[in-house]
């Protein structure tokens, strides 16, 4: 019995090497995604003020002080002087732009699809920040998409696959590409551009299904 005893409260191995890079790793994609996050939302904020957006207004959309957004937007007047509004049509060739109009479409279609599409685990990778917008990773949602669109047919409005085959065909056409850290003429990063086309073509196809 004393053995027993001995043998149930043996203390825990020593946590390994494997797992503590498997921890750290896993923690790291979170703060990493955070940072992103804010940097994103300052970019946005300095956007919607250059347009002309009270500080009120932008506060209570971002949720965030009055305080904490005029700092923002006085620390971007003094730096370099604000870009021109930027184009918002769909009808943009660089690959950002094009990216985020692929990851709006596949959002449009999980949703059709009630989260039981092939590309709603690329989808929520996304949104933990565990995966990033790469040409491979481009290409995975490309694939997965696709089979959505075929498996789907019957359930997709048509205005999905036109929508699609638009932007893979631009994809596939050599266009001026914006590495991730870069600005653009309008003064936005690929990040920006990105998220401004997901929701510009996630809008556009609403209004499609509009009636």
Same mark, same amino acid.
């Given at each position: 019995?004393?053995?027993?005893?001995?043998?149930?409260?043996?203390?825990?191995?020593?946590?390994?090497?494997?797992?503590?890079?498997?921890?750290?790793?896993?923690?790291?994609?979170?703060?990493?995604?955070?940072? !992103?996050? $804010?940097? *994103?939302?300052?970019?946005?904020?300095? %956007?919607?003020?250059? &347009?002309?957006?009270?500080?009120? +207004?932008? #506060?209570?959309?971002?949720?965030?002080?009055?305080?904490?957004?005029?700092?923002?937007?006085?620390?971007?007047?003094?730096?370099?002087?604000?870009?021109?509004?930027?184009?918002?049509?769909?009808?943009?060739?660089?690959?950002?732009?094009?990216?985020?109009?692929?990851?709006?479409?596949?959002?449009?279609?999980?949703?059709?699809?009630?989260?039981?599409?092939?590309?709603?685990?690329?989808?929520?990778?996304?949104?933990?920040?565990?995966?990033?917008?790469?040409?491979?990773?481009?290409? !995975?949602? $490309?694939? *997965?998409?696709?089979?959505?669109?075929? %498996?789907?047919?019957? &359930?997709?409005?048509?205005?999905? +696959?036109? #929508?699609?085959?638009?932007?893979?065909?631009?994809?596939?056409?050599?266009?001026?590409?914006?590495?991730?850290?870069?600005?653009?003429?309008?003064?936005?990063?690929?990040?920006?551009?990105?998220?401004?086309?997901?929701?510009?073509?996630?809008?556009?196809?609403?209004?499609?299904?509009?009636?």
């Amino acid at each position: 019995m004393a053995g027993e005893a001995s043998t149930a409260h043996q203390d825990p191995p020593a946590l390994t090497q494997a797992q503590a890079e498997r921890l750290l790793a896993g923690l790291n994609e979170v703060v990493r995604a955070g940072e !992103e996050a $804010r940097q *994103l939302r300052a970019e946005m904020i300095k %956007l919607l003020a250059g &347009l002309g957006w009270t500080q009120e +207004r932008i #506060a209570r959309l971002t949720d965030m002080s009055q305080a904490a957004v005029s700092k923002q937007v006085s620390k971007a007047r003094t730096e370099d002087p604000p870009p021109p509004p930027p184009p918002l049509s769909l009808d943009q060739p660089d690959t950002p732009w094009l990216e985020g109009r692929l990851w709006g479409l596949a959002e449009e279609i999980s949703e059709a699809c009630d989260g039981d599409a092939r590309c709603t685990r690329h989808l929520s990778a996304i949104a933990r920040g565990r995966q990033r917008f790469t040409p491979r990773s481009v290409d !995975e949602l $490309r694939r *997965l998409v696709e089979a959505d669109l075929t %498996l789907r047919r019957d &359930l997709l409005p048509s205005g999905y +696959r036109a #929508a699609y085959d638009e932007i893979s065909r631009r994809l596939d056409t050599p266009a001026k590409a914006i590495a991730g850290g870069t600005g653009t003429a309008d003064g936005l990063s690929a990040s920006a551009r990105r998220t401004l086309a997901h929701q510009i073509q996630r809008d556009q196809l609403h209004l499609d299904r509009t009636p």
